[in-house]
């Protein structure tokens, strides 16, 4: 069944036996899961996977678990939608949006990694789940966690937005509000898994998690007809959705689902926490830490753990990096619900607005297929729209008040 061989340090090459663990303990690199390639091409072709289940578990034989999912077996297969109105006011003739604001259950992307991570706890024998998040990560292991039965522990930024602190509390789940940073907050996790028996899913559980993410990437090549795109716009927090979206790219290739992969990457940040930005425009190969200073809150990682490799699969890729205001990032969040009747969230905000941005640079062709990463919620973060609109405008139910404003609706 398991297509899992063993774990590998990203940097020594140094094995290890599957273990809830993500750091060399020689070097410090990353662990990353080594899979059995072999086994895995007796598994997938594209007909069984178009056989289902109507899920992200249509590609199970390309994620690590020894056994089947036993909590989000809904989660991802979501809509990969035409976008012909934004492409138009973009100059773009083939723009698409993966719209994972509708994933199952909790409306965010993590809802993918966060499944992979839930049934690998269950594996090991966890019965206390955690994690440090920047919100909606907290709702999706808060909610798994309790289709689980297992125990939450949740470690937030004192200062998130109320919808993703309540959208957490709701499942029964222990918050925990740290003042700090989030990168204060993924430290603090990162002393707290080594002492307590506890699963996070991004410090202990992550080579697992990020495993998840392959299927936003498996996903878009499947419903674009079994094709690469040619361009894929990404917001970066922590910055492992980037790499694994063109990860998934290459092992389709490798597995000859699709024919050869020239994806460019694109990573989209605020300019407020752009630290993977500022290193691909500046050239550096390394992160230099940042502390954010942004209305947007999912992506703000001032420190992100895989910022290393994002800045490598976008240069590698050929593609480049942008980062936008809060003003722009409010005019995304608008721009994409105007066009496409798609509310989004801050994170999508931000990546309808570098699209914009990079498209004015001319880095797509006019025909190009660019994909927009819409990977949350607008109900989600209200707070940072709800300033820019007038209170609606109140009548008496008479047809008169009609008459009296109607010049200005229609
Ligand atoms: C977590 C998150 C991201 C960023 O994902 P990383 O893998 O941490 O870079 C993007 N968008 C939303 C909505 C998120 O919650
Ligand atoms: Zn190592």
Excluded at 143 to 159: E, H, M, S
């Amino acid at each position: 069944m398991s297509t899992v061989q063993c774990m590998q340090c990203r940097e020594c090459g140094e094995q290890y036996e599957k273990q809830p663990n993500h750091v060399c303990e020689y070097c410090f690199g990353p662990l990353e899961v080594v899979y059995d390639w072999d086994k895995i091409k007796q598994q997938i072709t594209r007909e069984k996977v178009e056989r289902g289940p109507d899920s992200m578990w249509r590609y199970e034989a390309l994620l690590p678990l020894d056994s089947p999912p036993t909590v989000g077996v809904n989660s991802g297969l979501t809509p990969l939608v035409r976008a012909h109105n934004l492409g138009k006011k973009l100059g773009l003739n083939n723009l698409w949006v993966k719209n994972d604001s509708v994933n199952s259950p909790t409306l965010s992307f993590k809802d993918r990694v966060v499944s992979v991570a839930i049934s690998k706890a269950k594996e090991f024998g966890f019965e206390v789940v955690g994690c440090a998040s920047t919100g909606n990560l907290a709702n999706s292991v808060a909610a798994q966690a309790a289709q689980a039965g297992l125990r939450a522990v949740i470690f937030i930024p004192a200062d998130l937005n109320p919808a993703k602190v309540m959208g957490t509390q709701i499942y029964g789940a222990k918050v925990v509000g740290v003042t700090g940073t989030y990168d204060d907050v993924n430290r603090l996790c990162s002393e707290i898994a080594a002492k307590y028996p506890w699963g996070f899913a991004n410090v202990n559980l992550r080579p697992f998690y990020g495993e998840g993410s392959k299927t936003y990437g498996y996903e878009i090549a499947e419903q674009l007809g079994w094709r690469a795109p040619d361009h894929v716009v990404v917001p970066v927090g922590g910055a492992s959705l980037i790499t694994k979206i063109h990860k998934a790219l290459k092992e389709f290739e490798k597995l000859g689902l699709i024919s050869e992969v020239h994806t460019k990457m694109y990573a989209a940040q605020t300019t407020g926490c752009a630290p993977v930005s500022t290193a691909v425009k500046n050239g550096w190969e390394m992160i230099r830490p940042v502390k954010p200073n942004t209305i947007d809150k999912s992506i703000a990682i001032g420190n992100p753990a895989d910022g290393y490799y994002a800045i490598q699969t976008v240069n590698k890729s050929g593609g480049y990096a942008e980062d936008v205001t809060d003003e722009e990032l409010v005019a995304g969040i608008k721009l994409l619900a105007e066009t496409e009747g798609i509310f989004t969230e801050t994170a999508g905000g931000v990546t309808v607005g570098v699209t914009k941005k990079l498209a004015e640079q001319g880095r797509f062709g006019k025909d190009d297929c660019v994909v927009i990463s819409v990977t949350g919620q607008g109900l989600k973060t209200t707070e940072v729209v709800a300033p820019t609109f007038d209170e609606p405008v109140v009548i008496s139910p008479t047809l008169s008040d009609v008459d009296r404003i109607a010049g200005t609706l229609g």
